[in-house]
C-alpha cells in the first residue's frame, strides 16, 4: 500500500495535521501567528546548513528552528516589543537561508521543493520521521494539557496552582520547532505557519471548548490535506500549496457557516 | 491561629526606587485582612510577591508548609479567539465533576452558567465564576486581587457579603487588595494602608482616623474613598461630600 505515492503524500499530510491542528490551536490563542512564521522561514537555513554539513535535513532544520524558536520565546518573554524585531528575524533567516543555498551545488537542490513542499515525494523513511514526529507533538501537548491551557489563559491564575509559564511555554516552543521540521517536506517553510493557523482559525466558529476546537481544527487539517492532495492531482496543481488552499477554502466556508451556526 | 504567610523586613523592586520597602506582613487562618492603596502604591507588587511570583530583594517570605492558594486576579482578559465555557473554566487545571462545579456555582450566586461562555458572562458573574473557580481548589487563603473592579455599587456590597459568607463557611483566610472601602472596612479584622510601604495598620476604626490613612486618602482625587470612609466619621463628612462633587 505504501508502495503509492499518493497513499505516502496523504500518510504525510495527515501526520502533519494531527499535530498541526492542536498545536495551531495554541498558536491562534496565545496569538504567536509571527512567531511561528519566524520559526518556519529559519528552516530554510538549516536546510542549507544540512546540506552543506551533510548531515539529515530533518535534523538540520530542528536545530535551526529551535534555536530561532528558543530566541524568539527569549525576547517574549522578556517583554519585547517584539512586532519589528521579528520581522527582522523571520526575513533575515530566510534571506540568509536563500543565500547560504545558493553556495550548495545546483545539483542537489531543488529550492522550490523546500519553499513549497514536496509532499508527492515523501519516502517511506520520510512517512516514519513525520509520524514520529508527529505523535511525539500530541503526546508532549496532551501530557501538559491542562497546565499549557491554565498558563495560556493566564499566567498568574496558573502559578497560583502551581504552574510555572516559562515551562509551558518552552513545551509549545519545542513542539513548534519539531513540526516545523516536520512540515518542511509537506508544504513547505512559507507555508507551514498556514497550516498552523487556518485549521485552528477556521475550528473556532463551531467550538464551544479548547478541547473541541482542537479536534475540530484537526479534523479540517485532514479535510484540506484530502480536498487539496486530490485537486493537485485532478488540476495538476503543486501539492504543498493547493493543500493550504483548500485549508483557506474551509476557513471561508466555516466563517460563513459559524454565522449561521450562531443565530440563536 | 497558624500563620499562613509572614514577611519581615521585605522589599520588592530595584533597590533605587522599590516597589515596596520593608514590609512586614501576616496573615493567620480565617483571618480577612484588607490591603488598600492609592493606584502605583505596590498593592499587586504585594500579592505577586506573597504569592512567590516575584522574589523579594531584601528580607523574607515564609509560607506554611503546603499552603493552598485560591487567587482571584485583578483581571481576566479571555482572547475571543478561544472559546471556554463556565464550567471548563472552572475545571482549569484541575478536573471538577459537574456535580462539585454546578454546587460551587449556586453558592456563588450564579447557578447554571456551566454552559455559557466566559466572554458572553456580565462583570457581576465573571467575579462570581472567578471566585467559585479560586474556591473549588479549598484554599487556606483566598487572595482577590481588585476583585470588584467595573462592578455597581450594590453589585461591590453583594461580592463582599458573599466573600464574607463563603469565608465564613470553609474557613479560609481571605486577603483583599481593594481601594473602596466602605464596605470591606466592617468585613476586615485588620486594614493595611500601603504606600510603597505600610503606613499604618490596624482595626478598620482606627485605620480610619489615623493621619497617615488621612494624608493618603483625604483630600486627594480618590474622593469617593474619603466620602465612604467618612460614614464612620460625622464631622468629615461635608469635607468627603464636597471633594466628590468637585469631580
Known amino acids: 500500500m505504501l508502495d503509492d505515492f499518493l497513499v505516502r503524500a496523504g500518510l504525510a499530510g495527515a501526520g502533519l495535521a494531527l499535530a498541526a491542528g492542536p498545536l495551531g490551536c495554541f498558536v491562534v490563542w496565545r496569538r504567536m501567528a509571527y512567531f511561528g512564521d519566524a520559526t518556519a522561514h529559519a528552516a530554510i537555513l538549516g536546510v542549507a546548513l544540512a546540506l552543506m554539513l551533510d548531515v539529515s535535513l530533518v535534523a538540520g532544520t530542528l536545530a535551526v528552528a529551535l534555536a530561532m524558536a528558543l530566541v524568539v520565546a527569549g525576547l517574549v518573554g522578556r517583554g519585547h516589543a517584539i512586532d519589528a524585531t521579528l520581522g527582522v528575524l523571520s526575513h533575515s533567516a530566510l534571506a540568509i537561508g536563500l543565500v547560504a543555498i545558493s553556495f550548495v551545488p545546483a545539483v542537489r537542490v531543488d529550492l522550490s521543493s523546500y519553499l513549497f513542499g514536496d509532499i508527492l515525494a515523501v519516502g517511506r523513511g520520510d512517512l516514519a520521521v513525520i509520524w514520529a514526529g508527529s505523535v511525539l507533538v500530541l503526546g508532549l501537548l496532551l501530557w501538559r494539557w491542562s497546565a499549557l491551557l491554565t498558563a495560556t489563559l493566564n499566567e498568574e491564575l496558573a502559578f497560583s496552582a502551581g504552574i510555572r509559564a516559562e515551562r509551558e511555554r518552552l513545551v509549545l516552543t519545542v513542539a513548534l520547532a519539531i513540526v516545523v521540521a516536520l512540515a518542511i517536506k509537506v508544504v513547505g517553510a512559507l507555508l507551514i505557519a498556514a497550516m498552523l493557523i487556518i ?42 500549496p493547493s493543500i493550504v488552499a483548500s485549508a483557506a477554502a474551509v476557513y471561508a466556508v466555516s466563517v460563513i457557516g459559524g454565522v449561521v451556526w450562531r443565530r440563536d | 491561629m497558624s500563620v499562613l504567610i509572614e514577611t519581615s523586613g521585605m522589599s520588592v523592586g530595584y533597590t533605587g526606587q522599590p516597589a515596596l520597602r520593608d514590609v512586614d506582613f501576616t496573615i493567620a487562618s480565617g483571618e480577612i485582612v484588607t490591603v488598600v492603596g492609592p493606584n502605583g502604591s505596590g498593592k499587586s507588587t504585594l500579592v505577586k510577591t506573597l504569592m512567590g511570583l516575584l522574589k523579594p530583594t531584601a528580607g523574607k517570605v515564609r509560607r506554611a508548609e503546603g499552603l493552598r492558594i485560591g487567587y482571584v486576579p485583578q483581571r481576566l482578559h479571555i482572547d475571543t479567539t478561544l472559546p471556554m465555557t463556565v464550567a471548563r473554566f472552572l475545571s482549569l487545571p484541575d478536573r471538577r465533576t459537574p456535580d462539585e462545579t454546578a454546587r460551587m456555582l449556586r453558592r456563588v450566586g450564579a447557578p447554571g452558567l456551566e454552559a455559557r461562555q466566559m466572554t458572553r458572562l456580565s462583570g457581576g458573574q465573571f467575579q462570581r465564576v472567578l471566585l467559585a473557580r479560586a474556591l473549588l481548589a479549598r484554599p487556606g487563603l483566598l487572595i482577590l486581587d481588585e476583585p470588584t473592579q467595573g462592578l455597581d455599587q450594590p453589585g461591590v456590597a453583594d461580592f463582599y457579603r458573599l466573600i464574607e459568607e463563603v469565608r465564613r463557611e470553609l474557613g479560609c483566610a481571605v486577603l483583599l487588595v481593594s481601594h473602596d472601602l466602605h464596605v470591606v472596612m466592617r468585613a476586615s479584622d485588620r486594614v493595611i494602608c500601603l504606600n510603597g510601604h505600610v503606613c499604618c495598620e490596624g482595626t478598620p476604626e482606627s485605620v480610619v482616623s489615623a493621619p497617615e490613612y488621612r494624608a493618603l486618602f483625604g483630600g486627594e482625587a480618590q474622593g469617593a474613598l474619603a466620602l465612604y470612609a467618612h460614614h464612620h466619621d460625622h464631622s468629615h463628612e461635608r469635607d468627603g461630600a464636597e471633594t466628590e462633587h468637585a469631580h
Open chain 1, 199 to 240: 485549521p485552528a482559525a477556521a475550528a473556532r466558529s463551531f467550538a464551544s471548548t479548547p478541547e473541541s476546537m482542537a479536534v475540530i481544527a484537526t479534523m479540517l487539517g485532514l479535510v484540506s490535506v484530502g480536498v487539496g492532495l486530490e485537486a493537485s492531482l485532478v488540476v495538476d496543481t503543486p501539492a504543498g
